[in-house]
């Protein structure tokens, strides 16, 4: 999947894997981020911007550390690999996140977010998903 578009997404029922606290947090994501580059583009006051991405980050890790879980439960064959793939993600975000703090006109941060954004989204979208093929391929 790609495509400018792509931080445009929201959530759909197709991204549900059918873990209640999983997909919880998925789409409370897909608000977030939609809350995060909504209140960037609106040039929303630096010190709310700064609070919607503490709230971004936490939820970023607890969500992450959530599914970690998930797939050690599930036996995820590709768990090492996913794992990578969300380290480097946070550590993106932190270095995102990192620059809105540093900025001192938000709009330079547009892109870095939307960036960040596409590689989020494209994530759930892309590596989760094979989370989900494998619970359905491995169902009783
Ligand atoms: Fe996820
Ligand atoms: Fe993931």
């Known amino acids: 999947m790609s495509g400018n578009a792509l931080w445009q997404y929201g959530w759909r029922d197709e ?3 059918g873990d ?3 997909d919880s947090q ?13 209140a960037l583009a609106a040039l929303e ?3 709310q911007i700064v609070a ?4 971004f980050m936490a939820n970023l890790r607890v969500h992450f550390a959530d599914e970690e879980k ?11 690999a996913h794992r990578l793939e969300h380290s480097r993600l946070l550590a993106r975000t932190d270095e995102v996140v990192a620059e809105i703090h540093a900025a001192t006109c938000l709009i330079d941060c ?3 977010t939307h960036a960040l954004m596409e590689a989020l989204v494209e994530h759930v979208t892309d590596q989760d998903m094979r ?3 494998f619970i359905v391929d491995h169902a009783a």
């Open 110 to 112: 547009l892109l870095g």
């Open 131 to 133: 989370i989900k093929t």
């Open 70 to 80: 998930l797939m050690a439960r599930l036996d995820y064959p590709d768990i090492r």
């Open 15 to 17: 991204f549900a894997l």
């Open 26 to 38: 998925h789409r409370a994501f897909f608000d977030e981020a939609a809350g995060l580059r909504s």
């Open 52 to 55: 919607y991405c503490a709230t």
């Open 20 to 22: 209640a606290l999983v």
């Open 45 to 47: 006051p630096k010190d």
